[in-house]
């Protein structure tokens, strides 16, 4: 039997979301790994767009509290640039800028403007928003401390 469909709100919207790491594992006791957390969800927030009201690291999971609003209008290239550059580092953000001003000087502006969209409908949503911070977090751990395998437990709820 296929899981439901996650409930999502097409207006501004506030979320309660958890996660827990994979067989309940105490991944989290040290002050660096909740910090690391911390600012991964902050990244992942700033990259989508969702803005963080609550959020507690406890040893074996997490909560947030988020509010996802819907913009007016599409996020501009320049927000684009900017929200990679939180997620990904500057150095991110000015290669992306290049590749960009490349396929616009080239004459490939509906190439550029798929490559833009595909970021702009990560953008304001919730499953997008949470998916990204566990994968951003899920390499930091990984890289820290040698780790294999699922550092996550199933869908978030």
């Given at each position: 039997m296929a899981r439901p469909l996650r409930i999502k709100k097409n207006s501004d919207a506030h979320y309660h979301?958890?996660?827990?790491?994979?067989n309940?594992?105490?991944?989290?006791?040290?002050?660096v790994m909740k910090t690391e957390l911390v600012s991964a969800l902050?990244?992942?927030?700033?990259?989508?767009?969702?803005?963080?009201k609550a959020?507690?690291?406890?040893?074996n999971h997490f909560h947030v509290v988020v509010k996802v609003t819907k913009p007016e209008k599409p996020v501009s290239t320049a927000e684009l640039l900017r929200r990679v550059g939180v997620l990904k580092g500057e150095r991110a953000m000015h290669s992306l800028k290049e590749h960009w001003?490349?396929?616009?000087?080239?004459?490939?502006?509906?190439?550029l403007e798929s490559e833009q969209e595909r970021l702009r409908v990560r953008m304001h949503d919730i499953s997008e928003f949470i998916k990204l911070f566990k994968e951003v977090f899920d390499r930091i751990y990984k890289r820290e401390h040698d780790y294999c395998g699922s550092i996550w437990s199933g869908r978030f709820a």
């Open positions: 979301l958890m996660s827990r790491t994979n309940k594992r105490f991944l989290f006791r040290d002050g902050h990244r992942a927030a700033e990259f989508c767009g969702v803005y963080v959020y507690t690291a406890m040893d001003d490349v396929l616009l000087s080239s004459g490939f502006e509906a190439t």
